[in-house]
């Protein structure tokens, strides 16, 4: 089963967003699929890139482009090695394409304007485990993202996995 499948995840190198990567790719991906890795910047973060592409997010860039040091370093972005490896890996075993997309404001926002712009089958999100207070205070991407994405969206708790 499976394959011509695309699925978001969100990603800010967290702890969070690695367990979700590793959820999916472990329990949702399957060969054929489509990995798109959304990052969101804050608004106030100022990279020429941003002028070019904020409202729109960023091109969508390669895995192979994504590794090399210029392209990351021109969108302001210091991909985490362990989740290039894991992406990678993936990317041979599984045969799955993986791709990157970059927008800049509000996460909550930006990760449901992902899901319809990039067509997305399914949205794989972390979470932080923010407790009641600091959830109704700060407001919850997850909780957010659950509610207003027009795709199936899971949220993966914790932090990272023990497995190798």
Known sequence: MGGNRTVGIGMDDSASSKSALRWAIDNLVDS???II??????????????MLWESTGSPLIPLDEFKEMNISKQYGLN???EVLDILDTVSRTKKVEVICKIY????????????????????VVGSRGLGKLKRVLLGSVSNYVVTHANCPVTVVKGGPTSKS
């Open 32 to 34: 054929g699929d489509r």
């Open 104 to 123: 800049w404001g509000d996460p909550r926002e930006k990760l449901c304007d992902a899901v319809g712009y990039l067509k997305l089958n399914s949205l």
């Open 79 to 81: 991909p985490d090695p």
């Open 37 to 50: 890795l959304i990052h969101v910047h804050s608004s106030k973060a100022d990279h020429p890139q941003k």
